[in-house]
């Protein structure tokens, strides 16, 4: 899952939002430098990802990508579901996604210290152009995956991915329904037994 799905699967707690938003800047054990609570997100993070990676349904949205972006169609289907989660937020939670994501960007502002240093240095560029609140629309996942693109010197050619996107529209929204259910399940379990 991307950015905005693991922030939402980790509850109410800021610190566990934030583990879960820094996950992949933090390698190894040195989740163990951070507050616990920040290290529960890590870890949820982690949970997560492999739930999600092993998961058939996912592994089905992943086959209609393989054949053009192969290893990067893990990436790409992340991004997909993070638009159905934007799009439909109103399913999944009472709070309004604008209020939601600027709540969630006070919380790194106030804990900017003690965010690893890539997290610090792509934090400006988040907020100013809103990514969060921008995978609501296919154009904004587009702008999205077009920078992701450029960070692997455009051999994943992640930016026409769209393409697909709209292609089999009502079936990834279909296959991420479903897989969304299953893993809000998987992280609620996770954060009771912490």
């Not at 999600?52 to 393989?66: N, V």
């Not at 159905?84 to 399913?91: D, E, V």
């Amino acid at each position: 899952m991307n950015f905005l799905a693991h922030i939402y699967l980790s509850g109410n707690s800021d610190s566990i939002k934030i583990g879960n938003f820094i996950a992949d800047s933090v390698r190894g054990k040195h989740f163990q430098d951070f507050p616990f609570e920040v290290q529960k997100g890590i870890i949820l993070h982690r949970a997560i990802d492999s739930f999600t990676d092993a998961h058939p349904i996912f592994r089905k949205s992943t086959k209609k990508l393989h054949a053009r972006y192969h290893h990067y169609a893990g990436v790409i289907v992340d991004v997909f579901y993070d638009h159905f989660l934007a799009k439909n937020w109103s399913n999944y939670s009472d709070e309004n996604l604008t209020e939601f994501v600027e709540r969630f960007y006070q919380s790194l502002t106030d804990n900017f210290s003690i965010l690893p240093e890539k997290v610090k240095k792509m934090l400006p560029y988040m907020m100013r152009e809103n990514w969060l609140v921008s995978y609501q629309t296919v154009e904004g996942i587009k702008y999205i995956l077009t920078k992701m693109d450029q960070r692997t010197a455009n051999e994943s050619k992640m930016r026409f991915s769209t393409e697909e996107l709209t292609e089999y529209y009502s079936e990834f929204e279909q296959e991420f329904t479903a897989f969304f259910e299953e893993l809000s399940a998987f992280a609620k379990q996770k954060l009771d037994k912490n």
